[in-house]
């Protein structure tokens, strides 16, 4: 399995950007997938998943303003980022997990700079 992240960039402060994560190989589409950020200095933070039940876990500094969103005949999954702040800049790795939840493999990160 490879997962292939993309979407990052630079945007100002209350901007938008849609992070998207494709995954190649055998990938079960019920199985949790998400995605994960690591700021300069700090331990990579769960960002938003689905779980295995089909829920959807966001961590609270995002709710309201990111969404995730996924697409089975593709496998892909998708990262809506609206009203972004400076604290959200990081990289962000997208995952998928096995079947007890654990995530398994990761793709490479993509950066998101938050700044004026």
Do not use: H
């Amino acid at each position: 399995v490879q997962l292939q992240a993309s979407g990052g960039g630079l945007v100002q402060p209350g901007g938008s950007l849609r992070l998207s994560c494709a995954a190649y190989g055998r990938v079960i589409s019920t199985y949790g997938r998400g995605w994960y950020r690591q700021a300069p200095g700090k331990q990579r933070e769960l960002v938003a998943r689905f779980t295995r039940l089909g829920d959807i876990d966001y961590a609270d500094s995002v709710k309201g303003r990111f969404t995730l969103s996924r697409d089975n005949a593709k496998n892909m999954v998708y990262l809506q980022m609206n009203s972004l702040k400076p604290e959200d800049t990081a990289v962000y790795y997208c995952n998928k997990e096995d079947p007890f939840g654990l995530p398994d493999y990761w793709g490479q990160g993509t950066l998101v700079t938050v700044s004026s």
